[in-house]
Every structure is written in structure tokens, then in C-alpha cells.
């Protein structure tokens, strides 16, 4: 297919009506009639960094383009609206696997009620997927703002998806394996989450690039310190036994791991759909409480133009 031809099937897979969408697909741009605040973020996917090709089907590196935008949206309480993608096509991909790439950005779209109203398609040397994200909400809730005294929630689980993605790459298969690479190629943004916290929670942020790298985050941002507890992150019998089949503490997953696109929220009280992990505490940083006692934590993770950061050797499980 030719560029228009191309087009005119990517607006037959992803076109959709939303509320206070005035026009999408089909225009120069398109035309949103908003209200509220706008929670606005763009996330983007580059074949050889964020996926390979030969370990990922079309229709998964549709749907994890999306899901990634969509958590930090999730992340900060605000209601899903709509999104915009951009497209950039190597002379290698066919129709085949566009149309397929768009099926799973549709799926990922109706399973957030955001659909995608309209973007971009050209041509470059590696395929890559920008998604940019709307939500609206009264009050969003930022990385600053945790007290001492707040206690430390999760809604989703971390250091699954990163042992799904060693798992794909050795080929390694066990208890625990199949729950890991689904964690990795289909996660999903935690939208019901975050409107339960959007009224009590004093920070928040997305766990995308790693646990300890992201909650250093909040801790800076919010000038407090942050202790996690050890028992309750490895409180998830698939990442034990993922983690026992590869050969890794499940505890190094659980704290380096990314693109796991859960929450991590501060609260005086208990957040639905969340499980406490840790508390706020006065001073700076993050550390890991174990039975050997507690430990500081390196606010390690991916970075884009170093790349992966490699933790401190990990205790225990």
C-alpha cells in the first residue's frame, strides 16, 4: 500500500468517537473540546531499544506503544481521553505487520476507553511508535507531596515483566515463566487504581523504569526518605519462582526490573486496589528493610543514553 493507502486503513483499525472529541481521524488535526485540567504526556517505542522484533508479535508492540503512554496518565488519578500516534516505518515492514501493529493499538485504546483520534506516518530506518496521551481530572496527583508518616502503596507488581523479557531472551521455560513474558508484552495501564487514590493519595508516579529508580524519584521530588519492605515486594509467588528458574534474586527483579507500569502512591490511609510496601519516613533516599536489617538502595534504573544501571549484588531471595 502507498502512504494514503496506508493511512486511510490505519483510520478504518483505530478510528472511535470519545467524548469532547470534535474531530478525529481524517483532518490536518485534531479538534478536542476540553475541559478541566489536562494531563498531557507522550511516550515513545524504538525497535532494538525498547523491543525486538523477533521476540515480540506486531500486535504486542501495538498495545505495549499504548499502555506505555497511558500509565503515566494512570499514574498521576486523571480519566483517560484520548491519544495521538505517530508512526515511523522501515522499508522492511509490510502491511501484514502495520495492520496487525494497529489491531493491538486499538485492543490497548477500547481496554483504556481512550481512543486514538489521530497522528503521524513516515518512513525512517528502525520502526518506532510515539504515543501522546490526554486525561483530564480536577487535581492531579504529582511526585511531590509524600509526609512522613504515609505509608507506601503498589497497584500492579513489579519485577515481573523484566524477568518475562530475560525470559524470551534465553528461551528459559519453568513455573512462573508464561504469567512473566505476558507481564512484558502485555501490561496495563492502571487506570481503576488511580481513580481510587486520585482523592487520598499525597504523591504518586509510574513504575516504568525500575522500582528503585522511579520511587527515587518521588523521594527527591517530596524531600522525604522511603523505606521498602523486603517480604512484601517478593510477596508474589510468579516472581519467586520466574526468578528462581533464571537464576536471579527475585528481590534484584523486584527493585531494578522496569516496564512493569504500576503505581506507586503515598497515603495516610489504605488505597483500594493497592498493597502496602513501605513507609515515608523524615530525611532523603530510599532504602530496603530484610530480616538481615535495613539497607540504603541505589535509585537505580534505565536511562535512555546510559542505558541499564546495574545494581549492588542482591541478598537473599
Aim: net charge negative; charged share 25%; glycine share 12%.
Amino acid at each position: 500500500m502507498n502512504e494514503r493507502q496506508r493511512i486511510a486503513m490505519l483510520a478504518r483499525v483505530l478510528g472511535a468517537d470519545a467524548p469532547g472529541v470534535v474531530r478525529g481521524i481524517g483532518d490536518d488535526a485534531a479538534v478536542l473540546d476540553a475541559s478541566g485540567r489536562l494531563v498531557w504526556t507522550i511516550d515513545e517505542q524504538v525497535e532494538g531499544v525498547h523491543f525486538r522484533r523477533d521476540l515480540v508479535c506486531w500486535r504486542d508492540v501495538g498495545w505495549r506503544s499504548f499502555m506505555a503512554a497511558a500509565s503515566d496518565v494512570a499514574a498521576m488519578g486523571a480519566e483517560p481521553w484520548c491519544a495521538l500516534a505517530a508512526l515511523v516505518l522501515p522499508e522492511d515492514l509490510d502491511d501484514a505487520s502495520l495492520g496487525a501493529l494497529a489491531r493491538g493499538q486499538r485492543e490497548a485504546a477500547v481496554e483504556a476507553r481512550a481512543p486514538i483520534v489521530g497522528g503521524n506516518l513516515s518512513r525512517g530506518p528502525v520502526l518506532s511508535v510515539a504515543t501522546t496521551f490526554l486525561g483530564r481530572c480536577t487535581r492531579a496527583i504529582e511526585r511531590r507531596g509524600a509526609r512522613p508518616g504515609d505509608g507506601v502503596w503498589l497497584a500492579g507488581r513489579v519485577g515481573l515483566a523484566a524477568a518475562g523479557l530475560r525470559a524470551l531472551s534465553s528461551g528459559r521455560k519453568g513455573p512462573g515463566i508464561e504469567a512473566a513474558v505476558d507481564a512484558w508484552a502485555r501490561p496495563r495501564a492502571r487506570f481503576e487504581e488511580g481513580r481510587a487514590m486520585a482523592a487520598s493519595a499525597t504523591a504518586a508516579v509510574d513504575i516504568s523504569d525500575g522500582l528503585a529508580g522511579d520511587i527515587g524519584h518521588l523521594a527527591e521530588s517530596s524531600a522525604v526518605r522511603v523505606v521498602l519492605d523486603a517480604h512484601t515486594l517478593l510477596d508474589d509467588e510468579d516472581l519467586v519462582a520466574a526468578a528462581s528458574v533464571l537464576g536471579v534474586a527475585a528481590l534484584e527483579l523486584a527493585l531494578y526490573g522496569g516496564e512493569d507500569y504500576a503505581i506507586v502512591a503515598t497515603a495516610r490511609e489504605v488505597l483500594p486496589g493497592f498493597r502496602r510496601i513501605g513507609e515515608v519516613r523524615d530525611g532523603a533516599g530510599v532504602a530496603v528493610r530484610t530480616d538481615e536489617g535495613e539497607r540504603p538502595v541505589a535509585p537505580l534504573g534505565f536511562d535512555h543514553f546510559t542505558g541499564p544501571s546495574k545494581p549492588p549484588a542482591a541478598s537473599g531471595s
